[in-house]
């Protein structure tokens, strides 16, 4: 739609592997969420919208445009995602093989919203040659929504780069602030929207506050939500105990990672969030939302907690057993959870399955 970072690692992975790239976004008045530009050699394309069309027929005004931007740089694949805002448009357009890709929430939350919805992730899902998803919750929505066969799927955690998210490394300065050196440091890194949970994760913070007062947290990020968790920590005094840095350059992300000593996330619905395996990565002990995507990366106890969606309580208490962990068992989940990440959530990896399933493609012309 506009430009985010997992667009520009696909489109850097693309490029690494060779490809000759164009980059077109969908819904170009939406702000752009990734500040480094386009890797070199990557062509952005307009697309040229008809001006006269209603907001109603505007998929089918970006198809139209997007079908003549196929017609002239005759790519050997389109690679298009999240499902409904840009695969269906995609998938109208046609004139090309076609890669749809899940984001997760567009068929865990947007397909199950209306029956428009609906009905544009099927069409989409059924016209690809290959459907990209994250995880085995994904791909039975996928199933749920379309016939289309494992052999069309690729798989794969989008996963984070080991290099750069890694326990040994400069840390953010957050033990420095006045009452926070000796703190067991919680950090939430989701997007300030209805759908993540910050209400639970306030509570939860609240309440496992009052029990473990050297607890603080770091509510990285803005959003929509932002005066409603503003309003939340003035209600509560948490001013001393809550950091609000703002929206976090990805660059610095890594350091601040490494300042903290939790993950939280209480989404109510995630395909596998590249956040938590970038907690994983760093070695943090992981709380988060108890779901069946979750599931497949924090077993309860082991390498983090998982708290009942919706309920401050049960995340409180997670919270504060991570709190309670001593330096060595700090240390175990530390190791064992960086061997998740080394194991499964390399993205250098994990992509090049995503690269030869394109490259299979564009020989054939075909599924």
Known sequence: MGYTTHD???????????????????????????????PTGVREVALELPRSHAPAGRDEAVAEALANVVRLSRPSLVHAGPVQPCGYPAALAGGAPLSVVSWG????????RDATSRERASLALSRADVVVCDCD???????????????????????????VFRPDGPHAPLRERAGWSDATIVLHTRSWEPGYGLDVVLGAFD???????????????????????????????????????????????????????????????????????????????????????????????VNGWRGRSGD??????????????????????????????????????NVRRLIEAYDRVARTGSR
């Open 8 to 38: 520009r690692r696909f489109i850097t992975a693309f490029v690494d592997a060779g490809y000759t790239v164009f980059f077109c976004r969908t819904a170009p008045e939406v702000r752009a969420l990734e500040s480094a530009a386009l």
């Open 105 to 112: 929430s567009d068929l865990l939350v947007e397909a199950r």
């Open 207 to 301: 309440i496992a506050r009052r029990e473990h007062p050297s607890l603080r947290l770091v509510l990285a990020g803005d959003g929509s939500l932002a005066r409603y968790v503003r309003a939340f920590v003035a209600a509560h005094g948490l001013a001393e105990h809550v950091l609000l840095p703002g929206r976090i350059a990805n660059a610095e992300l890594p350091d601040l990672f490494r300042a903290a000593d939790v993950y939280v996330s209480a989404s109510e619905s995630d395909g596998t969030s590249v956040s938590l395996l970038e907690g994983l990565a760093t070695g943090l002990a992981c709380v988060v939302t108890d779901i069946e995507s979750n599931a497949e990366w924090v077993a309860e106890g």
């Open 312 to 349: 401050s309580r049960s995340f409180a208490d997670c919270l504060l057993r991570a709190s309670r962990l001593d330096a060595s068992q700090r240390d175990a989940m530390r190791a064992r959870n960086r061997r998740v990440a080394e194991e499964r959530a390399d993205w250098g990896r």
């Open 137 to 163: 919750t994904v791909r039975r929505a996928v199933h749920s929504l379309a016939e289309v066969s494992d052999e069309r799927i690729v798989q794969l955690p989008w996963g984070t780069d080991l290099d």
